[in-house]
């Protein structure tokens, strides 16, 4: 009995835990894959992928409704510094929670189920340094303050990603292809013609 009770009491402190683990470079990963943190974020301009009204920074509907993303800096520019038409503008990435979050700035999600973000804007080094001061494009190691090599920050404008019920979860991140809808929307950015 006295084992069983301490198995209960050992569950919750897992599932409280950063389920990525650092590999030998110190980079956070989850069954093999590269880990990523998240939060959430409510922005009504058009972010630096231009992805609203030409001459204005009023968002198109879409880029405020839909599961799209600010991924810190120098994932945005593929390794650079622009802050505006980054490398990785109109991508996406398909992101997987892996039951973990980074210990009191978030909760474990209900499921495990994938969804894709579109990248339509930037989480800037400069201010955001806890989660999006990473250094480095992912591969070369850097990370940011909670080991992560990538941060996503997820567009809640419209309350998309509380509906998922994922507060800040880890997640494992790989790019893929664009579903229709945002593929097709992406093509009125200012950015979509810029690479």
């Known amino acids: 009995m006295k084992l069983f009770y301490l198995l209960c009491l050992a569950v919750p402190l897992l599932e409280a835990a950063q389920l990525c683990q650092p590999d030998s470079r110190g980079v956070r990963r989850f069954n093999g894959k590269p880990c990523a943190?998240?939060?959430?974020?409510?922005?009504?301009?058009?972010?630096?992928?231009?992805?609203g009204q030409k001459g204005s920074d009023t968002p198109?509907?879409?880029?405020?409704?839909?599961?799209?993303?600010?991924?810190?800096?120098?994932?945005?520019?593929?390794?650079?510094?622009?802050?505006?038409?980054?490398?990785?503008?109109?991508?996406c990435v398909k992101l997987t929670p892996t039951g973990g979050f980074v210990p009191g700035k978030g909760n474990a999600p209900p499921n495990h189920n994938p969804v894709v973000f579109q990248v339509t804007n930037a989480c800037p080094i400069n201010g955001n340094e806890e989660w999006c001061g990473i250094s480095g494009a992912p591969?070369?190691?850097?990370?940011?303050?909670?080991?992560?090599?990538?941060?996503?920050?997820?567009?809640?404008?419209?309350?998309?990603?509380?509906?998922?019920h994922w507060d800040n979860p880890e997640v494992t991140w790989e790019e893929t292809s664009c579903p229709g809808d945002l593929q097709s929307n992406y093509q009125q950015c200012e950015c979509h013609n810029s690479g």
């Open 37 to 51: 943190s998240t939060t959430r974020y409510v922005d009504g301009h058009k972010g630096a992928c231009g992805c």
């Open 139 to 164: 591969g070369t190691g850097h990370v940011n303050s909670h080991g992560y090599e990538v941060h996503f920050d997820l567009q809640d404008q419209v309350g998309q990603v509380e509906a998922l």
């Open 60 to 91: 198109f509907p879409w880029n405020i409704q839909k599961h799209v993303t600010a991924p810190s800096e120098r994932y945005f520019d593929g390794g650079g510094s622009s802050l505006w038409c980054g490398r990785n503008c109109g991508k």
